[in-house]
Each structure stands twice: as C-alpha cells, then as structure tokens.
C-alpha cells in the first residue's frame, strides 16, 4: 500500500495531498472582494507555494480546473493565467462558470500535478 502525505490538513480538508507521485491540491481562492486579475494571481501564488511545500513546482502541473463566478471574466483572467505557466507546459485545463463559496469571490483553482 502506497503512503498518502497531507499537507495543511484540517477538519475538513488538506490544502494538498501526495500520493504514487501525484500530487492534488485543494481549490485555491484569492482575496475576497478583489478584481478577478488580483484574485487569479492571489490563486497561482498559493498554488506555487503548495507545490514548492510538495517538492513541485508549476512545470509539473498535470491539471488544472478553474471555476469562474462569472464567465465575462474569462479574457482577464487568462491574461494573468497565461502570464503564469511557462512556455511548453501548459497542463490539460477547463473552465466553467459557478457560484463560489463567498460572494465576493470570483476565481477558484485546483491542481493536479506530478511530484519532482
């Protein structure tokens, strides 16, 4: 039987899990209330920061699924996003509009990526 590691892990959930080399995060939200380019970079920076905690980084991203509130703001937030992923790893990514946790929330990200 394989180890599961869990990082940040609370109640009611981890912020990642590594197991068999794959590592999940846990959807990463930015300051509520802040504009939606604020908010995808508030996501990646706590995405990087989980990987790095992993022993990854965003070049071994597997996966990616955002969730926006609103659909409207697909073009700012791929503007931060595409700024984000280096040249040549782009993982399999989708996209979909959702009511998130908070009202002021805008942006919701998960990951799946492989350990280094």
Known sequence: ????TRIATGQRMSQAVIHNGTIYLAGQVGTEGAPVAQQTQDCLDKVDALL???GSDKTRVLQAVIW????????EMNAVWDAWV??????????????????GLTVEITIVAAAN
């Open 1 to 4: 039987m394989s180890d599961i």
């Open 52 to 54: 790095e905690q992993c």
């Open 68 to 75: 926006l509130k609103d659909m409207d703001d697909f073009a």
């Open 86 to 103: 280096p040249e040549g790893h782009a993982p399999a990514r989708a996209c979909g509009e959702s009511k998130l946790a908070l009202p």
